[in-house]
C-alpha cells in the first residue's frame, strides 16, 4: 500500500531529523579525538574499542523492540521490521542540541506511517517513564561505592528481587508487553554500563575486578539516567562525564578516569552511529503494520 504524498513527506522529515544527528556526531567524535591521551592506549586496544562500539550498537536493538512493545501496548499494529527501522532512523538526532529530537522524529515517521499521534505521543512518555525506572534499579548495585565494606552479595541479590516485582507489578497493572519492555530496558543499561566498564580498564581505571564491575556499571547507569532526564543536553552530553568523574575517584586518578569518560564516549557514539547505519539494512516497505 502507497502512503499518501503528505505522509510520505512526513517520512521523509523523520529521516531528515535523524540525518542532522549524523553532523553532530561527526562534530562530537573530532572533538573527543582531540582530547584523547593517546600514549594511555595500547595498539591492540583500539581493536578491543571497536568491537565493543558493535556491542553496544548492536544493544540498541533492544531500545528498538522495547518501543515495539510500547506501541503494541498502545494499540499500534508496528511491525517488528518498521519499528527497529524508525528506531534506529531517529535515534541519532539525540545528539541535536535540545535532546528531544529522537523522540519528534519517532513521532514524525510513526505518523507519515499512518499511525495516530495520541498514543505515539503517548509511547514517549511510556519510554521514559520505563526506562527511568529501569535505571533506578541500578543504584542498589552501586551500594558499595558509599559502603565500601558492603560487599557485593547482598546488593546484587536486592537488585535482581526488586526487577522481579517491578516486572511483576508492571505485568498486573499495565499488562506484559510493557513488563517486557521495562525488562528489555532493564538488559540495555546493563550491557551499556558493562561496555562502559571495560572501555575503562584501557584508561587506568580499575573497573574490571569483581569487587569493582558492578559499583561501575551502577555509576555508568546513574549518570545515563541523569543525562536523559537534563534538558537541553543533547544526549546528556558533559553531564553524564560530570557524573562519573564525581562518583569513581576511588578507581582510579583522576587522569583516567577522564580518558575513560572520553572513550566511553567515543564508543557510545560510534555504536549509535552503527545502529543508525543498520536502518538502511532493514528499512521496510512503506507500510508500517
Not at 513527506?9 to 531529523?17: C, E, F, R, Y
Not at 515495539?68 to 538526532?93: D, E, K, V
Not at 516486572?167 to 519492555?181: I, N, Q, T, V
Not at 562502559?196 to 584501557?202: G, H, I, T
Request: charged residues 10%; contains cysteine.
Amino acid at each position: 500500500m502507497k502512503l499518501p504524498v503528505s505522509k510520505t513527506w512526513l517520512v521523509k522529515l523523520g529521516t531528515a531529523i535523524g540525518l542532522a544527528g549524523v553532523v553532530f556526531v561527526g562534530f562530537k567524535l573530532y572533538a573527543y579525538s582531540h582530547q584523547i591521551d593517546a600514549n594511555r592506549l595500547a595498539l591492540s586496544s583500539y581493536a578491543v574499542l571497536a568491537v565493543l562500539a558493535i556491542v553496544y550498537g548492536s544493544a540498541n536493538t533492544l531500545l528498538g523492540v522495547a518501543w515495539l512493545n510500547i506501541l503494541h501496548h498502545l494499540g499500534l499494529p508496528a511491525s517488528s521490521r518498521w519499528s527497529l527501522w524508525a528506531y534506529a532512523t531517529s535515534q541519532l538526532a539525540k545528539y541535536v542540541p535540545g535532546n528531544i529530537f529522537q523522540f519528534a522524529g519517532r513521532q514524525v515517521i510513526g505518523v507519515g506511517a499512518g499511525f495516530a499521534n495520541a498514543p505515539l505521543g503517548k509511547s514517549i512518555l511510556y519510554e521514559l517513564a520505563l526506562l527511568c525506572l529501569a535505571a533506578c534499579h541500578f543504584v542498589t548495585l552501586g551500594a558499595p561505592l558509599l559502603l565500601p565494606g558492603l560487599g557485593l552479595t547482598a546488593p546484587t541479590a536486592v537488585f535482581l528481587v526488586v526487577v522481579w516485582a517491578s516486572f511483576a507489578l508492571l505485568d498486573w497493572f499495565l499488562g506484559r508487553s510493557c513488563a517486557k519492555a521495562f525488562l528489555l530496558y532493564v538488559a540495555f543499561l546493563f550491557v551499556s554500563g558493562a561496555v562502559f566498564a571495560l572501555v575503562a580498564s584501557y584508561s587506568g581505571v580499575a573497573s574490571t575486578g569483581l569487587q569493582a564491575f558492578l559499583p561501575v556499571v551502577s555509576a555508568f547507569v546513574v549518570a545515563w539516567m541523569i543525562g536523559l532526564v537534563t534538558p537541553g543536553i543533547p544526549a546528556g552530553l558533559g553531564v553524564r562525564e560530570a557524573v562519573l568523574i564525581v562518583l569513581l575517584p576511588a578507581f582510579g586518578d583522576e587522569p583516567s578516569i577522564v580518558t575513560a569518560v572520553l572513550l566511553g564516549r567515543i564508543v557510545t557514539v560510534l555504536g549509535d552511529t552503527l545502529f543508525y547505519a543498520s536502518g538502511y539494512f532493514i528499512k521496510p516497505s512503506q507500510t508500517a503494520k
